[in-house]
């Protein structure tokens, strides 16, 4: 059973504006929800956002806040949380340019979203947001697909920590990785990881141990290698997809 390591108490991220109009220089622009919205849908899009800078280990938010904000991830990478009553965490997921987070039904966020790199994201009012989404149905459409992106991810992780082996959870999750990118049009290989050996045992219910000795053993099987710490170049795909799956 892997060791749940315990979610610090950290400063929230500061807002701050670096043009006035964050839509004309964002380079995830075709990634996010913001893609196909005409020029004065985007203006009043624009009109609504605040752009934030967080660093690494920093939060957007943590469980249980106030929903007051909802959030587009323009470039970086943040792990998405649970917490125990004890302090120790579950992590439940990885979002990085194009996801979209915050938005729900409650009126308290049910997971914390920290930063794992240096992030920087478009912060909307909940409130405002919601009613821009009355306003552009094709809006509330591409948030329609988003959530059921969501739902399989979680489907495939409940897969991951209740049938797999310790090989298989590595295998699926560095194939996951590349089917993200993929479907945002971007190269697959080598693919960033920009999360630690700890939240990647976090997130497939692994020890940090059992993590490193599975990727040792991938780089040893020539299947994959380790150009930097960060990244993870895919040379054997195939094999990979049969470790996935391999009882």
């Not at 060791?3 to 380079?27: F, G, M, S």
């Not at 965490?89 to 340019?97: A, E, K, S």
Request: with cysteine; proline share 5%; charged share 25%.
């Amino acid at each position: 059973m892997a060791e749940i390591h315990a979610l610090p108490i950290r400063k929230n991220a500061t807002p701050v504006q670096k043009h006035p109009d964050p839509c004309e220089t964002c380079t995830a622009r075709s990634l996010t929800i913001c893609a196909g919205l005409d020029s004065e849908e985007q203006a009043r899009m624009s009109a609504l956002a605040t752009t934030v800078w967080v660093q690494p280990h920093q939060v957007l938010f943590q469980e249980g806040d106030t929903a007051d904000h909802v959030y587009n991830i323009t470039c970086g990478s943040v792990s998405l949380s649970k917490s125990m009553s004890d302090g120790r965490r579950q992590i439940t997921g990885f979002l990085g340019p194009g996801d979209f987070l915050g938005l729900n039904t409650r009126d308290t966020y049910s997971v914390s979203a920290e930063a794992l790199v240096d992030t920087k994201v478009c912060r909307f009012s909940r409130s405002a947001f919601r009613k821009l989404l009355s306003d552009m149905p094709d809006l509330e459409h591409r948030l329609l697909a988003v959530a059921e992106t969501e739902l399989a991810t979680a489907q495939e992780q409940i897969l991951l920590l209740g049938r797999k082996t310790a090989m298989e959870r590595i295998a699926s999750f560095l194939l996951l990785q590349v089917n993200r990118v993929t479907a945002r049009g971007l190269p697959p290989n080598p693919i960033a990881l920009p999360m630690t050996r700890a939240e990647v045992a976090d997130y497939l219910g692994l020890t940090i141990e059992t993590v490193s000795r599975c990727f040792t053993k991938l780089r040893k099987l020539d299947i994959i290698s380790l150009p930097a710490s960060d990244r993870v170049l895919i040379k054997q795909t195939e094999r990979l997809k049969a470790l996935s799956e391999s009882t």
